[in-house]
């Protein structure tokens, strides 16, 4: 599967050059559209571009980004990092959180907080992310507090003379795109967790487990939760594309220069080297991903093989 | 008829047919999440209606960028648009896309599904696992690939890409569900005498698929909505149609946030947006409660 995986990511990605292609021409003169052409190896013919490809991939080559023209590598180097920061952060709380509140609003299902915590679920399970972020842009920028822009000022060097005064100012900006993040996919999380729980909680063998004499929290811990939890990993390893797809709006809208943020930034400068380490990238994450799910799975599940 | 099993599944598919109808209607106003959700629907249907037929279309005419005033309910935009007057007529566009995108998405999804799973085999595992790659790759990611290739320009264009991102999943559950019945006696039944393939699909395993598909299709309107406004607002939208996701694209670039007293230009489409999804997700919600029996114990 790895392996179709990679293919289809390659075919997809010849088919991006064929249709933006021509857009590309910002240029005056002719002669300086076919230098650049030609630079960007678009001259080749089809066979060519992938052979060069394939090669160039395999020995380390990533090209230089078209608009920044510097190597795709360091572009990407740091964006990788802040994504890594912004989801790192963002997940921790995401799942930790949803699967609290999801816990809780379980137990007292049909109660006044289960009630609020599933409103909230919902409410926040259809919001389009990005206009959530603005909204709190509209919110706390105009009290002046924290920033909505980049990561440090501009002005500062990047972050590894690490002082504690940038470490502040990082975090300063990180707080709305994490809040907007966390908020936007915790409802989801929160809302299958409960479903989930109820589910289980329904079921005979957890009268079995009351009967027997045991208290509400080790029936929880011995009985439900473990069951529960299954459906819920497979069902956030699917997912972490949806918060993938979040934290890329919540890039744009911050201006917080993550991969998101130069994905979508590469799609409107159509540039392509950029794009291919991107989706090589996000093709490679998505099957680990997905490998980690499987491996999570098999750990909980004791009825599970390893195929 | 010489054979009717009955099963907790056919009982589901009874209650969508047609003498059935009234009596699913009816459970499902009972719910409150029916009652609200369709309420909501109806009322965005109506403004949609309303703002098609009475209501003049947003001519760049007036002031530009003005502040919300009794004349501009929302204020302008910057083409001078009264944005009420664009939320309004934004509607009918967000909601067409939305439900035809379900439409494309419903259709391809439940076609894949149900061939998938009735010819089983290397076709089923051929095209289970191209359903894979596009259920591993971001839908964000997935959308803007599809839009770069197909082009987004055009509201077609958009509707059949927010339509491609989204069948994989109906198609999973579809096919599941296909392979559970395939094996049920009634389908045995129908075999042993002489049914063609075509009809045991169509008269037997097709209906008993609906109830299942219903709820998700609903939600998957929602999810639509939702993703036209994201392509739109990328930059990725439809540029001859007034649709919610263009408004929020258009009131981003003016920077709108951050100048008080103009943020209604973005904090509008956005409740409207919100309030439609919330109420499809109540319809979902409560028509999943009515059709599968097993969750009304709660």
């Not at chain 1, 930034?265 to 499987?294: C, H, R, S, W």
């Not at chain 2, 589901?12 to 109808?21: E, F, R």
Request: proline letters at 5%; charged letters at 15%.
């Amino acid at each position: 599967m790895i392996m179709l995986l990679n293919f289809a990511l390659f075919r997809i990605m010849p088919g991006d050059p064929a249709q933006l292609m021509t857009p590309h021409k910002p240029l005056v003169s002719d002669y300086l559209y076919w230098r650049n052409v030609e630079k960007m190896g678009l001259n080749d013919t089809w066979p060519e571009q992938l052979g060069k490809y394939f090669y160039q991939t395999f020995t380390g080559n990533w090209g230089v980004s078209f608009t920044y023209e510097r190597p795709v590598i360091e572009v990407m180097g740091d964006a990788v990092t802040w994504s890594l920061l912004l989801l790192g952060v963002s997940s921790i709380l995401t799942f930790a959180g949803g699967m609290a509140l999801g816990k809780i609003a379980a137990r007292r299902r049909g109660k006044a907080l289960d009630v609020s915590i599933t409103g909230f679920g919902l409410f926040f399970y259809g919001m389009p992310i990005f206009w959530f972020g603005i909204v709190l842009m509209v919110i706390f920028v105009a009290q002046l507090h924290w920033f909505p822009a980049a990561l440090p000022i501009t002005s500062g060097v990047k972050p590894f003379p690490l002082t504690a005064d940038k470490v502040w100012d990082i975090s300063l900006h990180m707080v709305l795109p994490a809040i907007t993040l966390t908020v936007g996919s915790i409802a989801g999380i929160v809302l299958i967790m409960r479903n989930s729980l109820v589910d289980v909680l329904t079921e005979d063998y957890i009268t079995t487990a009351y009967a027997k004499g045991l208290s509400e929290k080790e029936v929880m811990k011995r009985h439900a939760s473990p069951n529960a939890r299954l459906p819920m990993v497979t069902t956030i390893a699917m997912d972490t594309a949806f918060i993938l797809g979040g934290a890329f709006q919540v890039e744009w809208v911050f201006s917080y220069r993550g991969i998101g943020w130069e994905t979508i930034t590469a799609i409107e400068y159509k540039d392509y080297p950029m794009l291919q380490f991107i989706f090589l990238i996000g093709g490679v994450a998505v099957v680990i991903a997905n490998l980690l799910a499987d491996l999570i799975l098999v750990k909980l599940d004791p009825r599970v093989e390893i195929i | 008829m010489v054979f009717t099993p009955i099963s907790p599944i056919l009982a589901d598919k009874v209650a969508l047919s047609g003498k059935n109808a009234g009596r699913t209607l009816d459970l499902f106003l009972k719910t409150w999440m029916g009652r609200i959700g369709l309420a909501i629907i109806l009322f965005f249907v109506i403004v949609a209606l309303v703002a098609q037929f009475l209501m003049p279309p947003a001519i760049g005419s007036a002031d530009r960028r003005m502040l919300p005033s009794s004349e501009h309910l929302f204020g302008t935009d910057q083409d001078g648009k009264d944005i009420f007057s664009r939320i309004a007529h934004g509607t009918g566009a967000s909601l067409t896309i939305g439900f035809v995108a379900m439409a494309i998405s419903m259709g391809l999804g439940t076609l894949v599904g149900l061939a998938s799973g009735y010819w089983g085999g290397w076709r089923d595992e051929v095209i289970m696992r191209v359903n894979d790659v596009f259920l591993s790759i971001p839908w964000l990611v997935l959308m803007i690939v599809i839009a770069a290739i197909w082009g987004s320009q055009s509201i077609g264009s958009v509707i059949v890409v927010i339509g491609l991102t989204g069948w994989s999943t109906t198609a999973r559950i579809v096919r599941s569900q296909v392979l559970s019945l395939k094996e049920r006696q009634f389908v045995e039944r129908a075999k042993a005498i002489g049914s063609g393939e075509w009809h045991i699909i169509r008269r037997h395993i097709f209906p008993n698929v609906v109830p299942l598909i219903f709820a998700n299709a609903i939600l998957t309107i929602a999810i639509s909505i939702l993703s036209e406004s994201t392509l739109s607002f990328l930059g990725l939208g439809p540029q001859n149609v007034e649709t919610w996701g263009r408004i929020l694209e258009n009131a981003y670039d003016e920077g709108v946030a951050l100048i008080p007293g103009r943020s209604l230009f973005i904090l509008m489409p956005g409740i409207c947006i919100v309030t439609v999804v919330l109420g499809f997700t109540f319809i979902g919600y409560a028509m999943d409660e009515v059709l599968n029996p097993k969750l009304r114990r709660r």
